[in-house]
């Protein structure tokens, strides 16, 4: 997806409170800024634009994961929320739709879009939740008829709720005499803001239900450029892709190999990402790939 110029405030926000995190000269940071300004291009790739940015702002200030701290938060408040997610969950007949609503109510727990969010408040709602886009009923007639699922997560925090969705997947598929997915979840390699690694994907349990792969990149979402060739091999074989938030949605949606056999599952925070999915901003987006990919294009 390409640079809008709204999309400047953005990202320099974003990047401004990840320097905020770590101990380094002010002036450091403030030429860091004032770097990532100049160098910003309307049109160019917005994941790579970010990607590029961490990887040296991470050398300047001397910091291979600037909030590890942020994240360890993110996982514990989702953790503290789980037990009343999985009460609620027990409640109703649709388990893997309520799963599903969990697992965008992590997507909200973003500290690229501020720092403050109501975890425990969000899941009380799950059951009011309304989605802009909702393709559930063609996810789950696909997900009955798939041998292999990916799951590309996103955040920290999120992922505890991830968990919880890849068990109902089990579940879903044990229920109705089918066997057992073969199902990978796709982490990144290393830190980028606060994305989920190894460690955030087997603190959530998917190690129980998944084979937990890394990206081959410390970037945000699944730039084809950027990740791993085996990670690329493993999307397009993939029967069934399921990829969390933005970042995801951002670096494939239009690359037909993945999107045409991909869900996508978030939050729309922004303008040009609202716009591309054709759904309002702050809408909640479940998508299908194949049927919807054709008619998304970044604006003009």
Known sequence: ????????????????????????????????????????????????????FYRRAKVAVGSFDPLAQDKAEQNAVA????????????????????????????????????????VET??????????????????????????????????????????VLVEEIARFRA???LPPLDIAVIVKSGPVINDAMRADAELAGLDRFATIVESGTDGIGLPPT????????????????????????????????FAQHTFYLFKAKCLPVAQVAQAPVGGMVLADGATRSPAWADPA
Do not use: W
Not at 139 to 159: H, I, K, M, P, Y
């Open 175 to 177: 229920e109705r005499g």
């Open 122 to 163: 969000a899941v009380r709602g799950l059951l009011d939740l309304e989605f802009a886009i909702d393709d559930y009923d063609a996810f789950r007639d696909r997900l009955a008829q798939a041998s292999s699922l990916t799951l590309s997560c996103d955040n920290a925090g999120e992922v505890i709720f991830d968990g």
């Open 1 to 52: 997806m390409r640079l809008q110029v709204t999309c400047v405030g953005c990202q320099v926000s974003t990047v401004a409170r990840a320097l905020s995190r770590v101990e380094a000269p002010a002036q450091r940071k403030l030429d860091l800024i004032e770097d990532y300004s100049l160098k910003f291009q309307t049109g160019g790739d917005v994941c790579l634009t970010i990607n590029d």
């Open 226 to 257: 950027e990740i791993d060739p085996a990670v690329h091999d493993l999307l397009v074989r993939s029967d069934l892709i399921l990829a969390k938030g933005m970042a995801n949605f951002e670096s494939t949606f239009d690359y037909p190999v």
């Open 79 to 118: 953790l503290q929320a789980l037990p009343l997610a999985r009460a609620i969950l027990d409640e109703q007949p649709d388990r893997l739709a309520t799963a599903i609503r969990l697992a965008v109510i992590g997507n909200m727990i973003d500290f690229a879009f501020g720092d403050h969010f109501d």
